[in-house]
């Protein structure tokens, strides 16, 4: 259908069109980068936190909620609302099966950034507690991002 509206357009809307998808390409390739720095700058941290707290306190870092921690969390601003929507399975454009491969990447890349976040942010949590001498049972973390409640 896109191949189609596209071939049916006149030289300016396929100009702008093609356009429209380099600058759109350009973009996605800019946030992969800034996102796999992130992802690298998060598991540079993590391994620094891993080696100064060998061994888990109170048990809290292995679960969550009483479950395991899954490896990568999705994210449920996006699951909601994507889960009815699909990319085409077959592209005739190499192009765009480009930008749907780093679209994926993409998403790969912010779901283990999330996850290592709120890793980082638990493992953060349980150092502070720790620094403070305070004797108190392990705090139920939320999906919020406030903080956790004495």
Same mark, same amino acid.
């Given at each position: 259908?896109?191949?189609? +509206?596209? *071939?049916?357009?006149?030289?300016?809307?396929?100009?702008?069109?093609?356009?429209?998808?380099? *600058?759109?390409?350009?973009?996605?390739?800019?946030?992969?980068?800034?996102?796999?720095?992130? +992802? #690298?700058?998060?598991? #540079?941290?993590?391994?620094?936190?891993?080696?100064?707290?060998?061994?888990?306190?109170?048990?809290?870092?292995?679960?969550?909620?009483?479950?395991?921690?899954?490896?990568?969390?999705?994210?449920?601003?996006?699951?909601?609302? #994507?889960?009815?929507?699909?990319?085409?399975?077959?592209?005739?454009?190499?192009?765009?099966?480009?930008?749907?491969?780093?679209?994926?990447?993409?998403?790969?890349?912010?779901?283990?950034?999330?996850?290592?976040?709120?890793?980082?942010?638990?493992?953060?949590?349980?150092?502070?507690?720790?620094?403070?001498?305070?004797?108190?049972?392990?705090?139920?973390?939320?999906?919020?991002?406030?903080?956790?409640?004495?």
């Amino acid at each position: 259908m896109v191949t189609e +509206v596209y *071939e049916g357009g006149s030289n300016v809307d396929q100009f702008v069109t093609r356009f429209l998808l380099k *600058e759109t390409a350009n973009q996605i390739q800019s946030l992969l980068s800034s996102v796999e720095s992130a +992802v #690298e700058a998060i598991e #540079e941290q993590t391994s620094q936190i891993r080696r100064n707290h060998s061994k888990p306190s109170h048990g809290v870092v292995e679960t969550w909620s009483g479950s395991a921690v899954p490896p990568h969390a999705p994210n449920p601003k996006l699951g909601a609302s #994507e889960q009815g929507k699909s990319l085409p399975s077959v592209t005739a454009d190499p192009k765009e099966e480009g930008l749907e491969a780093q679209i994926s990447r993409l998403a790969e890349l912010i779901g283990r950034l999330e996850s290592k976040t709120l890793w980082f942010d638990l493992q953060q949590r349980l150092s502070d507690e720790e620094g403070t001498n305070m004797v108190r049972p392990a705090p139920f973390l939320s999906l919020s991002c406030g903080p956790i409640p004495a």
